[in-house]
């Protein structure tokens, strides 16, 4: 069975994320789905930020046949409202749907025996003093060409979500490179 695990740095605990949602994300079948379509908005306060080059998007497959795991590099699109918009790379692209087709070529063989899952992670820093400890964060994600932001993360304050990274021993945003701004 293959999963579609939306694993980002800002989902701090299962309360926060917004459960029709999750449902929906059970339904996209990762093999299937064309990684053009994909996109990830985070609502982001003044003050935190993205690392250049920390967010990527992960396709992990497991079978008789072997494993792979192969990550690729989401890019800025744009941003609308403060939100950044991230999307695979269009460098990442071909790569991303040759790994789609081997994982889907090795369920098709075994599908009792084959597994796997994408996920998406980044890391963030810190402008300045940071951001407004009480100022929100959430994130939302497009699923299909043309399709609406859905929430995925609801808002939550910046100091709830470090605190649960300190709590998880992720990894806490450190000071932003000078060229990094949004």
Not at 134 to 152: F, K, T, Y
């Amino acid at each position: 069975m293959l999963r579609l695990i939306p694993i980002l740095a800002l989902l701090s605990a299962c309360t926060a994320l917004v459960p029709q949602t999750l449902q929906d994300l059970r339904k996209v079948d990762p093999l299937a789905a064309d990684p053009v379509d994909f996109q990830i908005h985070l609502h982001l306060p003044e003050g935190l930020d993205l690392l250049p080059d920390s967010a990527r998007l992960t396709l992990s497959a497991v079978s008789a046949r072997g494993a792979f795991d192969e990550s690729f590099v989401l890019r800025r699109r744009d941003m609308r409202d403060g939100s950044l918009i991230l999307t695979v790379a269009p460098a990442d692209l071909d790569g991303l749907r040759a790994a789609q087709a081997r994982a889907r070529t090795w369920k098709t063989e075994a599908p009792e025996r084959t597994s796997g899952s994408l996920e998406m992670s980044f890391g963030l820093c810190l402008h300045g003093s940071g951001p407004d400890m009480d100022a929100p964060v959430s994130a939302d994600i497009v699923l299909e060409n043309g399709g609406q932001a859905r929430p995925l993360l609801r808002p939550q304050p910046v100091g709830r979500y470090l605190k649960t990274l300190k709590a998880r021993a992720d990894t806490p945003p450190v000071p932003c490179p000078s060229a990094t701004r949004h």
